[in-house]
């Protein structure tokens, strides 16, 4: 069975300071990778995914991630964070055989401190 | 497109009254899929359908909970009776089919219902 953890619960920054928020996964086939975030109030929305092809992954609001498949991570970056980036950020897994269910890690809170 | 449609968005009742939720899904998607997100649990599946069918349910709480999908377009999840604890907010999300050019196996999230029952 898959599964997804995400290492901090909250990550507390600095405006126009990089953030990295970490996912590792574990599962004994191959997988299908992907960071949701989740504004305040509001329902989840698809920041990245990783299905094939290069590792390096980049998604919206200048978000990216890196598939390491010996380390089983996923971790997500941004060189730059805004006030807006504030947001509860879910790294979620699929193992493809079971179409599009997936599971998600527990969230980081990111807050970005002006 | 319409996103993904749910109602109500916020449900204030008493405890041991019958809730209803509901959904609409992303017109053309096969799968639709109920969460519930608390606090002390984070995001939970409870239940996901496939063609209308109900193909996972292990994660409703009991039985107080229940889904269905009368036809592609439309989906319910009831409690009855309902119970504080039951008090978080409930999502639902769709997603295409495999054999459509528009499958990633990403999920689309509805805003979701706050449910509080006191």
């Known amino acids: 069975a898959q599964s997804v953890t995400q290492l901090d619960s909250q990550v507390p920054v600095f405006e126009e300071a990089p953030v990295e928020l970490r996912c590792n996964y574990s599962s004994s086939v191959s997988v299908y990778l992907f960071w949701y975030v989740q504004y305040p109030n509001q329902g989840l929305q698809l920041l990245l995914k990783?299905?094939?092809?290069?590792?390096l992954v980049k998604g919206i609001n200048g978000f990216e991630a890196e598939f390491n498949k010996s380390q089983t991570s996923f971790h997500l970056r941004k060189p730059s964070v805004h006030i807006s980036d504030t947001a509860e950020y879910f790294c979620a897994v699929s193992e493809g055989t079971s179409g599009s269910r997936l599971t998600f890690g527990e969230g980081t809170q990111l807050t970005v401190n002006p | 497109d319409a996103g993904v449609i749910q109602s109500p968005r916020h449900e204030v009742t008493e405890m041991g009254q019958e809730v209803t939720l509901r959904c609409k899904p992303i017109?053309?998607?096969?799968?639709l899929f109920w969460y519930r997100q608390t606090m002390m649990r984070g995001l939970e599946l409870l239940i996901y359908?496939?063609?209308?069918?109900?193909?996972?349910d292990s994660g409703m709480p009991e039985d107080r909970f229940s889904a269905k999908m009368p036809n592609a377009s439309f989906s319910t999840l009831k409690i009855q009776p309902s119970e504080p604890r039951d008090s978080a907010v409930y999502f639902c999300a769709s997603s295409p089919p495999r054999t459509s050019g528009r499958f990633t196996y990403e999920q689309y999230f509805g805003p979701g219902t706050r449910l509080t029952v006191t």
């Open positions: 017109s053309g998607h096969n799968s």
């Open positions: 359908f496939n063609n209308n069918v109900p193909i996972d």
């Open positions: 990783y299905l094939s092809g290069s590792t």
